[in-house]
């Protein structure tokens, strides 16, 4: 699992005492899963974040990254490793959309292998350095098309996208176990909702968990 060095901890708003005050703040909105609140004590998410925005890292909201992209509002993150580990053998997770690198960071204090690809080649390469800093030799990132997954290394327990797609990318399913659930956000820019689906072995079962607003899951790479 992920280590924290030393040089992680932060002063002031971007302290260890800042991140369980944020912590508090998502149990008190219904994050019940103790394992997911350490998590997200652990993850020093000003470190993915820009400098300049460091201050606002433990608010409970969404911040600006680079390239018009966006770090997920931690309550969003929380309630999305939640469904990720209600999945009782989750040991190799497929990430679709590493941004900052934040979300892989906190399954990666959770899962045994993370596996994460982004479209935006600065953006994966920034984040391999922060896992590399931050001790997360468990977790793999790599630029690519997230429609096509990662076929090489199916199958996996769970997939989970941080951006969202118009419909459901069903083909994906292909690369997940029986039994293995995909959590993602589908809609436009207006409207979404994010969803969880189950692959069973002649077809899938779809729950809604609520409405959310992500960046759009796109096609194609950015080198």
């Known amino acids: 699992m992920g280590q924290q060095t030393m040089n992680s901890l932060g002063i002031g708003m971007t302290s260890a005492r800042t991140r369980q005050r944020m912590v508090d703040r998502l149990r008190d909105r219904g994050i019940i899963d103790e394992r997911v609140l350490e998590a997200m004590a652990q993850v020093p998410r000003h470190l993915f974040v820009d400098e300049a925005l460091a201050q606002r890292a433990y608010e409970d909201n969404a911040l600006p990254i680079k390239f018009g992209q966006t770090i997920s509002q931690p ?3 929380a309630r999305m ?9 989750a040991k190799k997770v497929l990430e679709l959309g590493t941004g900052s690198g934040y979300q892989a960071a906190v399954l990666g204090q959770l899962i045994d292998e993370v596996f994460s690809i982004e ?3 600065k953006l994966t390469r920034s984040a391999r350095r922060l896992f590399i800093k931050l001790g997360y030799l468990n977790i793999r990132c790599k630029t690519g098309d997230g429609f096509q997954g990662w076929p090489s290394e199916a199958l996996f327990d769970v997939i989970i996208c941080t951006a969202a797609p118009e419909k459901i990318p069903f083909s994906l ?3 997940l176990h029986v039994g293995g659930k995909m959590i ?7 409207k979404q909702k994010l969803v969880a689906i189950v692959k069973e072995p002649h077809g899938y079962q ?7 607003i ?6 194609g790479v950015v080198r």
């Open 75 to 77: 309550y969003v993150v």
């Open 81 to 89: 490793t939640e469904e990720v580990i209600k999945s009782q053998h």
């Open 119 to 121: 479209r935006i080649d």
């Open 173 to 175: 399913l292909d690369q």
């Open 184 to 190: 993602l956000p589908v809609g436009d820019n207006k």
């Open 206 to 212: 779809e729950e809604v968990l609520g409405d959310v």
């Open 214 to 219: 992500f960046v759009p899951l796109l096609q």
